[in-house]
Each structure stands twice: as structure tokens, then as C-alpha cells.
T-cell receptor, first 114, second 115 residues
Framework: AQSVTQPDIHITVSEGASLELRCNYSYGATPYLFWYVQSPGQGLQLLLKYFSGDTLVQGIKGFEAEFKRSQSSFNLRKPSVHWSDAAEYFC????????????FGKGTHLIIQP | AAGVIQSPRHLIKEKRETATLKCYPI?????VYWYQQGPGQDPQFLIS???????DKGSIPDRFSAQQFSDYHSELNMSSLELGDSALYFCASSYDRTATAGGYTFGSGTRLTVV
């Protein structure tokens, strides 16, 4: 069965500092990987996704993620965070086909310090 | 661009009542997914539909049922509601059972509170 681990429940970063959120997955085949962001009480917004090809994926809001098959990781990065980036971030894995649902990690709560 | 529309946004029900949540996918998306997100939890996959047929089933209680209609909208029916059903319910849609065309797009969710 597929699974996603986000080791960090909370991360605190100063505004303007760089950010890296960790995500490790377990999946038998080539995974489809996603990062979503969720503000309190709001829906899930897709930041970026990886299906194949270039392992460095660019997303919205200045985020990027790198797929490393050898490490089963798909870490999310941003060179300089803004106060508006404070939110819950979810990594998810899915087959991308067959209408199977996505499996989400437990999420990482990002706190931005002024 | 059109998004996934969910209604209602908020719903308050009493225990043992029934609730119906609706989801209108992005035009031309033929696959709909339902997720449940409890307080402080990650979204859990409930059920999905492709071309009006149930496609996959996750951790959906037997008290819940869902269907997809001819116009591709979907409804999640929840009966004998329990306090533990209080959660944010998301619908997502995609094209042709795959995320490659545009990914899974989520709606803003329906917040169900059971009292």
C-alpha cells in the first residue's frame, strides 16, 4: 500500500528565510507526487505536481520540489518565504489513473516569524 | 477558470439525521473523488466515480453512499449521522481518471458539523 510521511509536524521559519519541507513516500511503481497548501478552514490548492521527466518541478507562488527516486523523497522548497506562506502543507501520492484516490501525508504546519 | 463547486459550504445537522453534499466538477472532467478531513487531520479518500460508475472505494462508512449523475455532478449522502462525522468534506475532479491532464482539482469543501 502506498504511504506518505511528512516528518515535520510544525516548522517555524523567519520571513525572508529559505524553506524546505520534507516528504517521503512509499509506492510500488513510479508515483505521481503532489504538494498542496491549505489555509485554515479552506480548500486544498495545488502547488505543483510530478509525473515524469525533469525531477525538479516548478510550481506556483515561487515553490519548487525535487523528486529523488533513490531517496523516495519529494521535498518542497522556497528560497524566501513570505508571511502569507503560513499554512498547512500536504504532500500526496497517487497512481494518477484508475480513479484511485490520493494518499496524503499528515501535513506540515508552517509558521512564519516576522 | 471554472473550479469545482461544492454546496453547501456549511451544514449543521443533529445526530441520527441525514445530510446530502453536492459537488459540481470542472466542465469536461468526468471523474469525481470525495475526501473527508477531520479536525487537524489529513484528507482521507472516501470514494470516486468515473463516467457515472463507482470506480474506487476508500474508507467510506456503510452509512454513506454516493453517486454521479448524467451531468457528472456527484452527491454524497450521509445517514444516521454521528458526532464523529463532523469534518470538512472535499470533492475533487479530474479528466479521464488521470491527474496528468490537469491534476486533481479540489473544491473549497463542505464543513459538516453534527451536534
Amino acid at each position: 500500500a502506498q504511504s506518505v510521511t511528512q516528518p515535520d509536524i510544525h516548522i517555524t521559519v523567519s520571513e525572508g528565510a529559505s524553506l524546505e519541507l520534507r516528504c517521503n513516500y512509499s509506492y510500488g511503481a513510479t508515483p505521481y507526487l503532489f504538494w498542496y497548501v491549505q489555509s485554515p478552514g479552506q480548500g486544498l490548492q495545488l502547488l505543483l505536481k510530478y509525473f515524469s521527466g525533469d525531477t525538479l518541478v516548478q510550481g506556483i507562488k515561487g515553490f519548487e520540489a525535487e523528486f529523488k527516486r533513490s531517496q523516495s523523497s519529494f521535498n518542497l522548497r522556497k528560497p524566501s518565504v513570505h508571511w502569507s506562506d503560513a499554512a498547512e502543507y500536504f504532500c500526496a501520492v497517487g497512481p494518477g489513473g484508475g480513479a484511485d484516490g490520493l494518499t496524503f501525508g499528515k501535513g506540515t504546519h508552517l509558521i512564519i516569524q516576522p | 477558470a471554472a473550479g469545482v463547486i461544492q454546496s453547501p459550504r456549511h451544514l449543521i445537522k443533529e445526530k441520527r439525521e441525514t445530510a446530502t453534499l453536492k459537488c459540481y466538477p470542472i466542465p469536461r472532467h468526468d471523474t469525481v473523488y470525495w475526501y473527508q478531513q477531520g479536525p487537524g487531520q489529513d484528507p482521507q479518500f472516501l470514494i470516486s466515480f468515473y463516467e457515472k460508475m463507482q470506480s474506487d472505494k476508500g474508507s467510506i462508512p456503510d452509512r454513506f453512499s454516493a453517486q454521479q449523475f448524467s451531468d457528472y455532478h456527484s452527491e454524497l449522502n450521509m445517514s444516521s449521522l454521528e458526532l464523529g462525522d463532523s469534518a470538512l468534506y472535499f470533492c475533487a475532479s479530474s479528466y479521464d481518471r488521470t491527474a496528468t491532464a490537469g491534476g486533481y482539482t479540489f473544491g473549497s469543501g463542505t464543513r459538516l458539523t453534527v451536534v
